[in-house]
């Protein structure tokens, strides 16, 4: 110090720290009755801007009046250049920590906007974290001071080494971004690999694809087999889809009142049941005539893959029920079998003898015959 402390001093002190708490907590409670009236908004971003600022905000308050209490305290040049440091180096830390959780906010609001799911694709949001929290990190050791020139340099190097014992994890955080780039499948998305596995996308994350299927199972598959095998997306183009429900009916039903009649049961389906796309234009195919019936395929529309299911139940259940009421049979395949002989059958005399069964006599024969 350049001097004794004296009672000045530390009225000065404490008057500043009094004064950075209290400014700490008038923003605080600013802020939280800022983020009432932020829920009343549709945007989300600004619910994520006053979140975060509600915590740099009054620490802010109290790091500004410790600053002040320092400035007032007769330290020496070289100790209060260093408190200072500290302090500006604790200020970036903590606001880099708050801009890493806007951003990342902000990024995952996009995705949930662009998806239209509750889930979104935290692999960006990963990346987005580590990138913010790291330049926040190297700005701080810039500013005590610490030269981050020979830092970036050895990370530069040891990346190298990192690469290499990391290849299976990088190569599936390549996939994974690139998956998301191309939009080949967001989450929200119903997809059906090659292998057999199916289910809605859940999120992507840096390392592997989380899918949910029917069953509300999840199936965790690495970024790179997905984006390797053969796949198919339900939901791109467009989500609505048609589905197709074979029938047939008997060689004797008038096919024109067939078809009338199987028409008024799928306009009746698409309009009652959830899932059904009330403006899709049904449509009636035959094509085969079959052994008992003549066979056609019934084109239905659905808003999304999983809702088949319940429409092709209440479709089946009514389409039986009103062609039991107009009189429409659906034969079930039917064979004759005829049987014929040439000659009259002549049943044998005496008991049946079985290969395997053998008498007296028979032994003794067989003893005859052998030399």
């Known amino acids: ?27 605080r409670a600013l802020l939280k009755w800022l983020a009432k ?10 619910d994520l801007i006053v ?7 009054p620490w802010a308050a109290v790091i500004a009046g410790v600053a002040v209490a320092v400035s007032a305290l007769p330290l020496t040049a070289r100790i209060g250049g260093l408190v200072n440091q500290s302090l500006t180096a604790l200020l970036i830390l903590i606001s880099t920590v708050t801009a890493a959780r806007v951003v990342a906010g902000l990024v995952q609001s996009v995705a949930q906007s662009r998806t239209g799911v509750a889930a979104s694709a935290s692999i960006f949001v ?3 974290r580590i990138v913010v929290l790291t330049m926040g990190v190297l700005v701080a050791l810039e500013t005590v001071g610490v030269s981050i020139a020979p830092l970036v340099t050895a990370l530069g190097v040891g990346g190298l080494a990192v690469a290499l014992a990391l290849q299976d994890t990088l190569a599936n955080l390549f996939a994974g971004v690139h998956i998301l780039a191309s939009k080949t499948v967001q989450p929200g998305d119903y997809i059906r690999l090659s292998s057999g596995e199916e289910g809605y996308v859940v999120d992507i994350n840096w390392r592997n694809s989380v ?43 008038d096919l024109e009142h067939v078809e009338a009649i199987t028409l008024d049961v799928v306009d009746s389906v698409m309009a009652d049941i959830i899932g059904g796309v009330p403006d899709h234009e049904a449509a009636v195919r035959f094509h085969t005539f079959a052994d008992s019936r003549i066979n056609f395929t019934v084109i239905l529309g ?38 014929r002989q040439d000659g009259p059958l002549v049943a044998p005399s005496g008991p049946p003898v079985l290969p395997h069964q053998r008498d007296a006599s028979s032994d003794a024969l067989l003893a005859d015959r052998q030399p």
């Open 1 to 27: 110090m350049t001097r004794d402390l004296v009672l000045h001093d530390w009225v000065v002190v404490a008057i500043a720290l009094a004064s950075g708490c209290v400014a700490g907590l008038l923003v």
């Open 37 to 46: 009236h932020a829920l009343r908004t549709k945007w989300t971003g600004d």
């Open 51 to 57: 979140d975060s600022l509600r915590t740099v905000a």
């Open 126 to 128: 990963n990346i987005t």
């Open 211 to 253: 899918v949910r299927n029917l069953s509300n199972n999840l199936v965790i598959i690495p970024n790179g087999r997905l984006a390797r095998t053969n796949m198919t997306n339900y939901t791109q183009p467009e989500q609505k889809l048609s589905i197709l429900v074979q029938v047939g009916v008997g060689y004797e039903s």
């Open 302 to 339: 659905v808003g999304e893959f999983s809702d088949q299911y319940r429409i092709k139940h209440e479709f089946i259940k009514r389409l039986h029920q009103r062609y039991r009421a107009e009189g429409i049979s659906i034969p079930a395949p039917a064979r004759t079998v005829s049987l």
